[in-house]
C-alpha cells in the first residue's frame, strides 16, 4: 500500500524575515560601516564622507529599532575617503579610532554609547585599528611608507589617558589586532604581500615577531573565547 505523507508546519515558530533599516537617512556618500553586536545592544558606526563625518547608532533591542545617530568626530579631525573606521565594545565603553590625515583620531563613550567625549588625537600612526579588554585600551596604527612599522599605543584607564608611541613591529599598512587581557595579537601586512604574526605577552612592553604568509588585503583576527 501506498502512503501519503503531509508535512506539518508550526507557523508560530517561524519568524518574519527583517526588512533591510535605512540608519543613516541621507543623500550623502557614507561607508565604512562597521557593526559590534553585545548582547541586545547592536552599536554601529560609519563615515560620511560629504562631511567627513565619523557618525554612530546604536540598538538596545537586537536591532528592531535604533536611536538618533551622533556625530562622534567632525570634519576637522577627520580623512575617511579610503580608511576603515574601527572600533570595540567593552562594558559601558565604546572605543572609536580612524583615520585623520596620518594621524589616529580617538573618541569614547562611558556610557555605553548615550553620549561621547571630544575627540583627541592619540597617535602619529594611520589607518588605526583598536581592542578594548579589561580596563586596557590597544591602537595600532602605520606609520606610514617612510616608516614601514606598526605604531602602538595603549591605554590602562579605559581609554581616559594614552601612555607613549611604541613600535610593535614591521608592516601595518593593512592590519589587525585583537586581545585578552596582557595577551595582545597583531597582523600586518609588510611589504607587497607577507603578512607577520606581532604578539606580545606582557601588555605591549615587547613583541615577538612571526611570519605567517602572503597577502594583500585587510587581514582579521580573533581570540576562540573557551
Given amino acids: 500500500n501506498a ?12 519568524k518574519p524575515q527583517r526588512t533591510a533599516t535605512n540608519l543613516s537617512d541621507s543623500s550623502n556618500t557614507e561607508n ?16 560620511d564622507e560629504t562631511n567627513s563625518d565619523v557618525l554612530y547608532k546604536k540598538s538596545s533591542d537586537g536591532g528592531d529599532t535604533f536611536g538618533t545617530t551622533i556625530t562622534v568626530g567632525d570634519g576637522s579631525f577627520s580623512s575617511l575617503s579610503t580608511y576603515p573606521i574601527s572600533m570595540d565594545v567593552n562594558g559601558d565603553f565604546v572605543h572609536i579610532v580612524w583615520n585623520g590625515s596620518s594621524k589616529t583620531v580617538y573618541a569614547r563613550s562611558t556610557d555605553n554609547g548615550a553620549t561621547f567625549g571630544a575627540e583627541a588625537d592619540i597617535s602619529n600612526g594611520g589607518r588605526p585599528r583598536i581592542a578594548a579588554t579589561g580596563s586596557a585600551v590597544y591602537v595600532i596604527g602605520w606609520g606610514g611608507s617612510g616608516d614601514n612599522v606598526v605604531k602602538f599605543s595603549k591605554s590602562t584607564d579605559n581609554g581616559a589617558n594614552f601612555g607613549a608611541i611604541s613600535d610593535a613591529g614591521a608592516g601595518g599598512i593593512v592590519s589587525a589586532i585583537d586581545a585578552t587581557g ?45
Fill in 3 to 14: 502512503f501519503a505523507v503531509t508535512p506539518t508546519i508550526d507557523t508560530d515558530k517561524i
Fill in 182 to 226: 596582557d595577551n595582545i595579537y597583531i597582523v600586518a601586512r609588510d611589504g607587497a604581500s607577507t603578512m607577520k604574526l606581532h604578539k606580545s605577552t606582557n601588555g605591549g612592553t615587547g613583541f615577538a615577531t612571526s611570519t605567517i604568509g602572503t597577502g594583500s588585503n585587510f587581514p582579521n583576527i580573533e581570540q576562540s573565547q573557551t
Fill in 32 to 47: 565604512s560601516p562597521v557593526a559590534v553586536v553585545k548582547g541586545d545592544n547592536i552599536h554601529v558606526v560609519w563615515a
